[in-house]
């Protein structure tokens, strides 16, 4: 993952993705880069128009970012189910006490 987010980060900086440039950004994160692995991911990018990737990836992160948003509002819709929550549980046992007696 880290050989991706490396690639990433030299698109963003308009960095050439290189096999010697993914290395250095490798290293720098703290990890020994494998070189099969670096070669593999420039071999495979090289045919990748990545603005057009990350263009049509946003629809699966669209999809999770109002979840996301609605998180903080969904904090309190929880403490409203409890509270029904207690008060059926509560007409319950009402009505069972009133079975026993």
């Given at each position: 993952m880290e050989y991706v987010y490396a690639a990433l980060l030299l698109h963003k900086l308009k960095q050439n993705i290189s096999e010697d440039n993914v290395k250095n950004v490798v290293k720098a994160a703290g990890v020994s880069p494998d070189d099969v692995r670096v070669k593999a991911l420039v071999a495979a990018l090289?045919?990748?128009?990545?603005?057009?990737?990350?263009?049509?990836?946003?629809?699966?992160?669209?999809a999770a970012a109002p979840a996301a948003g609605a998180a903080p509002s969904g904090g309190a819709a929880p403490a409203k189910e409890e509270k029904k929550d207690e008060k059926k549980e509560e007409e319950a046992l009402e009505g069972l006490s009133s079975l026993f007696g």
């Open positions: 090289s045919e990748v128009n990545i603005e057009e990737a990350l263009k049509a990836a946003p629809v699966a992160v669209a």
